[in-house]
Every structure is written in structure tokens, then in C-alpha cells.
């Protein structure tokens, strides 16, 4: 089973300062998304990481994805009070079937 | 339309009622999946339908649940005889199968099922 562990679990900061979630597998990933959910709301896409190693920038957001395609981190520069919500990661298995997702990091930015 | 649609948007039932949850997805996407989210909590992967293959049916609770969809369109999930444990949005996504990278997954805004 196939399983992906975000940590923490939930954090709260002040506007302005910097963070990083972390998303963990013990299983290789052909690819891993990032998604962010607001209340109410179903989940959003945010980044797709394809190739161990790979970065990707999205404005104030970095994505990694591990060389090993098991892990991936998410960093925030500067966080503001819209980067509240819940940033879930979901990695699609190698067979190219089933996406799986992990419990998510609930993100409170306070102003 | 434009993308997932999920009805009810929420639903009230009393323990040991079944209730039945629609969901459209978007027009050619193979793959259909249903989590179900608890108050607070992350997705919890309940079952996966792609194309005319046999769905991967691993992540449904018990056998009260149930889910069937008919080609590339609707989907039902069925839960019967519900119990207060059950209470909790249920979202469906939809996407283009790949063959192995990764896709965006298209997420309803869900059905928020409450058990009384």
C-alpha cells in the first residue's frame, strides 16, 4: 500500500515569515501534484513534478521533488494571509493508475 | 459543463437511510475518482473508475458502500443503511488518463453528507 505523509500537520505563522511542508513516501512516484483546498472548496492544482530532482517555481511557492521521486517539500517565501488553506500532496503510482493523496497541512497565515 | 458537478450539494439523512451521490464528470475525462474528506481531515481514497476497466474498488470502507458508473459519464456512490460515522464531504474528481505521468485531477465541490 502506498502510502504519503505530509508533516506538519498543521502550522500557524505570522504574515511575512518563511515555511516548508514536507510530503514522504517509503514508494516511488511517477509524479507528484500539489494541491491547495480552501474551505468549502474542492481541491486546486497547483504544481505537477515530474523528474527526480526537479524544482518549480510558482511565484512565492517552490516545489521539490526528491531524486528518488519518494519525497517532495513545498516552501513558502514571505507567507501572506492568502496562503491560507490546506496543501495536499497526491502522487500518481507507477503504473500510472491510481492518485493518492495525504492528509494534508493546514496553513493559518495570521496578519 | 465547464467542469465536475457533484449533487447534493449537501444532504441530511437519518442513521440507517440510504442516500445516493451524483457525480457529472467533465466531458471526456476517462479516470473518476471519490474521496471522502472528514471534518479537518486529508482525502480518504474510496474508489477509482477508469474507462471500462474493473474499478479499483480498495478504499471503500465496508461493504454498505458502493459506487457504479456507466462508460466515460455519471457516476453514483450509494451508501446504505448510513450511520453518524459516515458524516462527512464527499468529493469527486475527474481526469485524462496518461498511461503513467502526471494529470491534473478536476474536483466537485462536494457533498457535504450529514448523518442524524
Known amino acids: 500500500t502506498q502510502l504519503l505523509e505530509q508533516s506538519p500537520q498543521f502550522l500557524s505563522i505570522q504574515e511575512g515569515e518563511n515555511l516548508t511542508v514536507y510530503c514522504n513516501s517509503s514508494s516511488v512516484f511517477s509524479s507528484l501534484q500539489w494541491y491547495r483546498q480552501e474551505p468549502g472548496e474542492g481541491p486546486v492544482l497547483l504544481v505537477t513534478v515530474v523528474t527526480g530532482g526537479e524544482v518549480k517555481k510558482l511565484k512565492r511557492l517552490t516545489f521539490q521533488f526528491g531524486d528518488a521521486r519518494k519525497d517532495s517539500s513545498l516552501h513558502i517565501t514571505a507567507a501572506q494571509p492568502g496562503d491560507t488553506g490546506l496543501y495536499l500532496c497526491?502522487?500518481?503510482?507507477?503504473?500510472?493508475?491510481?492518485?493518492?493523496f495525504g492528509a494534508g497541512t493546514r496553513l493559518f497565515v495570521k496578519a | 459543463g465547464a467542469g465536475v458537478s457533484q449533487s447534493p450539494s449537501n444532504k441530511v439523512t437519518e442513521k440507517g437511510k440510504d442516500v445516493e451521490l451524483r457525480c457529472d464528470p467533465i466531458s471526456g475525462h476517462t479516470a473518476l475518482y471519490w474521496y471522502r474528506q472528514r471534518l479537518g481531515q486529508g482525502l480518504e481514497f474510496l474508489i477509482y473508475?477508469?474507462?471500462?476497466?474493473?474499478?479499483?474498488k480498495s478504499g471503500l470502507p465496508s461493504d454498505r458502500f458502493s459506487a457504479e458508473r456507466t462508460g466515460e459519464s455519471v457516476s453514483t456512490l450509494t451508501i446504505q443503511r448510513t450511520q453518524q460515522e459516515d458524516s462527512a464531504v464527499y468529493l469527486c474528481?475527474?481526469?485524462?488518463?496518461?498511461?503513467?505521468?502526471?494529470?491534473?485531477?478536476?474536483f466537485g465541490q462536494g457533498t457535504r453528507l450529514t448523518v442524524v
Open positions: 473508475f477508469q474507462g471500462n476497466s474493473a474499478p479499483d
Open positions: 497526491a502522487g500518481r503510482d507507477t503504473g500510472g493508475f491510481k492518485t493518492i
Open positions: 474528481a475527474s481526469s485524462l488518463f496518461s498511461g503513467g505521468t502526471g494529470t491534473e485531477a478536476f
